[in-house]
Nanobody, 124 residues
Framework: QVQLVESGGGSVQAGGSLRLSCAASPYSPYLMSWFRQAPGKEREGVAALYTNSGSAYYADSVKARFTISRDNAKNTLYLTMNSLKPEDTAMYYC???????????????????WGQGTQVTVSL
């Protein structure tokens, strides 16, 4: 079993930045990702990372603004969010899976481990 604990959420003005962290224990699974869910909307895949190769994938809505990264020594995944917009407001979740293919890595059903989420609020 893998436990995921997110941190780093908060409130920021549009154009600002935040960095989210996800601590995994007892190890970092093969595939780790960030999802977000706004009230009344479906959970959306934001960014995914294969932890062994470092290959990263992003949703079109966050490309060039968000960066997913990891520190394998600390079993920690990060999401650095720049140029934040009000539409980025959501609960952000860390997710992990022992395996996954590129065509499904931004789909929630591909993951079986989830954190409890951290709120990000972006105001004008």
């Amino acid at each position: 079993q893998v436990q995921l604990v997110e941190s780093g959420g908060g409130s920021v003005q549009a154009g600002g930045s935040l960095r989210l962290s996800c601590a995994a224990s007892p190890y970092s699974p093969y595939l780790m990702s960030w999802f977000r869910q706004a009230p009344g909307k479906e959970r959306e895949g934001v960014a995914a990372l294969y932890t062994n190769s470092g290959s990263a994938y992003y949703a079109d809505s966050v490309k060039a603004r968000f960066t997913i990264s990891r520190d394998n020594a600390k079993n920690t995944l990060y999401l650095t969010m720049n140029s934040l917009k009000p539409e980025d407001t959501a609960m952000y979740y860390c997710a992990a899976a022992r395996f996954g293919t590129v065509d499904t890595i931004l789909m929630a059903q591909a993951y079986n481990f989830w954190g409890q989420g951290t709120q990000v609020t972006v105001s004008l």
